[in-house]
């Protein structure tokens, strides 16, 4: 329906059109119907001519002509009202809307349009809808200032940037939720990488489960495995060492108590040798969650006093129960990284300084690679680095800005409390809850939103929704969206690669985007791909395989990093315990005679010449 300018209001500038042979005299429809969030437009769906315009799609960005001001709105719905299609004269529609705010012009000749998502006039039977202008469309998405980044563009418009505020939505902290293959992990790395560029002080630590993030971000990143990684038993609170000594299953209250009482003791023996088992009490006093160096042969010393003692003849199961359980952690390979140091010191700010990248060397983000980890041991990590990350910003005044990204996080905090482990689940609501007062910001990535805690999701000021088909991962999403956006989420299923819909505190306001195209080799998971890409004719190495599965390395101190080659005849304490053991002589036999027998000879009878 095209009527002519002069029946309707008029704009004060000028409409900008398309295409250049438009004529300015031709409108696109009139508002028919209107409530408080959304309005019904009465259009034609074809010209004079009986030529399908397509200039009324859904997910395009409309405006109603009011004088003074233009309201915005997006289209969610059109269609026919009965539904039969005319191939002679024009096709009536009707195309439904929903109001996002509204675009004034500036008080000032040549000033930009403002954007306003409230709505102080509503449209009136009869406006005038058309598409929305550039100018008016870049107004909408404005930032008024705010220290932004460009991480793609509009799907409305690919000629115009989408911008968002790098500050609040990492001090807000932010989620980015999609199903598989969507491009969850490339959106992750770009928007890691627009973040480093733009907040050089920044510190990222990722727990990365699937070891795709260091191959992303080479240039910055320090990678951390179960091989790598330096954290000594003693850095644990009694829950997480807890955690770790039963194997993830319920634990044994009066082994936990026994715990709690003998833990003291190991460190103040520690502290003090030749105090003996007597704790000090004060201010200074000893915890079980005191970050204090201490021996597990003086813990494991301690329970053998306490089940000779007469008065624990009861309690002797229990502490016989606790020592197993110890001396199996310690000698399990799959927990060198906290008992493999054989002589006990205190290395905290090595530890520390490492993981969290104090001083970072021009390389802030550390990948903690957990691929092939046992899940108890992964879970006490977690608390333990989750923990870490809080008091390191709390201590540091806001000196220390750090990041903590989840990827999978409904692996750490899932919605059922049954499920995961509680230290790791108060660790991240802590930085959920209070983290932005002090520097510590929280970043979730995940493809089940449904099974994410919904006290962890609530933290998250930002949302980047990609493609989502589960419809309760829908629902969770729509309940977080503001009621003016909620017809966005109508695309959730239906959205391409690398498309996202992203609201909340970061953004102007609700923007459909889709995010830059990273280099193929920048790509999450791409180097470790190729690697596992069997060539036609290879054989899989079955043999590494199963030394892979089994985690028993030929030499465990050769395959540690950080580890120290000692000698197994020498104990901590003598004096050239950190030198190199000697180099014995080479023997001439076979066999080695270092007990002075000769097999040649021993039990038998000398022969006579």
């Excluded at 299953?249 to 715990?259: K, Q, Y």
């Excluded at 005849?569 to 003598?574: E, H, T, V």
Aim: charged share 25%.
């Amino acid at each position: 329906m095209y009527v002519e300018r002069e029946a309707s209001v008029g704009e004060p500038t000028s409409q900008e059109r398309r295409d250049a042979e438009q004529s300015d005299k031709r409108i696109l429809g009139n508002v028919v119907q209107c409530d408080g969030a959304r309005a019904t437009i009465s259009a034609y769906a074809n010209d004079a001519d009986g030529a399908v315009t397509g200039l009324w799609t859904v997910g395009k960005m409309i405006s109603i002509n009011l004088g003074s001001t233009r309201t915005v709105g997006l289209v969610y719905a059109i269609g026919k009202s009965d539904r039969a299609w005319s191939n002679e004269g024009q096709n009536a529609i009707e195309v439904s809307i929903e109001l996002i705010g509204e675009v004034r012009d500036g008080a000032e000749p040549g000033a930009k349009p403002v954007f306003d998502r409230g709505i102080t006039t509503y449209p009136h039977i009869g406006a005038v809808a058309h598409r929305i202008r550039t100018r008016d469309l870049q107004a909408v998405y404005d930032l008024a200032g705010r220290h932004s980044i460009t991480i793609g563009t509009l799907a409305q418009d690919e000629t115009i940037a989408a911008n968002i505020a790098i500050d609040d939505t990492l001090a807000r902290h932010f989620a980015i939720v999609g199903t598989t293959g969507v491009g969850k992990s490339t959106a992750v790395s770009l928007l890691l990488r627009k973040s480093i560029a733009a907040r050089p002080d920044l510190r990222i630590l990722i727990l990365d489960p699937h070891n795709e993030f260091a191959a992303s971000l080479p240039e910055y990143c320090v990678r951390v495995d179960s091989k790598t990684l330096d954290l000594p038993f003693w850095m644990f609170k009694l829950e997480e060492f807890a955690e770790v000594l039963f194997r993830g299953r319920e634990t044994e209250p009066e082994e936990i108590d026994a715990l709690r009482d003998l833990i003291p003791a190991a460190k103040n023996l520690y502290r003090n040798p030749n105090s003996g088992s007597y704790i000090r009490r004060g201010s200074d006093a000893l915890t079980a969650d005191t970050p204090v160096p201490y021996r597990i042969a003086d813990l494991l010393k301690q329970i053998d006093e306490r089940m000779g003692m007469l008065e624990s003849k009861t309690d002797r199961p229990t502490l016989k129960s606790l020592k197993t359980r110890i001396e199996s952690a310690a000698a399990d390979p799959r927990y060198r990284f906290m008992f493999n140091s054989r002589l006990i010191e205190d290395t905290i700010h090595e530890t520390i300084g490492n993981i969290f990248r104090v001083p970072h060397h021009g390389r802030p983000v550390t990948c903690f690679e957990m691929a092939g980890m046992p899940s108890e041991v992964v879970n006490s990590v977690c608390s333990v680095l989750a923990r870490l990350a809080f008091d390191l910003a709390l201590w540091s005044e806001g000196k220390l800005q750090l990041l903590f990204l989840c990827e999978e996080a409904h692996r750490y905090m899932p919605a059922d409390p049954r499920l995961g482990f509680a230290p790791t689940r108060h660790a991240l609501s802590r930085i959920a809850k209070e983290g932005r007062k002090y520097g510590c910001y929280l970043g979730v990535v995940t493809q089940r939103p449904g099974e994410l805690d919904p006290t962890i999701l609530s933290q998250c000021s930002t949302f980047f929704a990609m493609r989502l088909a589960n419809e309760q991962d829908q629902a969770i999403i729509r309940s977080a969206i503001a009621d003016s956006s909620a017809s966005t989420l109508a695309f959730l299923s239906s959205m391409g690669q690398r498309e996202a819909i992203a609201f909340g505190e970061g953004v102007a306001t609700t923007m459909r985007l889709k995010f830059e195209k990273l280099p193929s080799d920048l790509l999450p998971g791409t180097a470790k791909r190729e690697e596992a890409t069997s060539k036609p004719g290879d054989d899989v190495d079955l043999v590494a395989i199963v030394e892979r599965l089994r985690n028993v390395p030929k030499s465990t101190q050769q395959a540690m990093a950080f580890a120290e080659v000692v000698d197994s005849g020498r104990q901590a304490g003598d004096p050239d315990y950190r030198k190199p053991p000697a180099a014995r002589a080479p023997s001439d036999d076979d066999f080695d005679m270092r007990y002075g027998l000769k097999p040649a000879t021993f039990g038998l009878r000398p022969q006579n010449d």
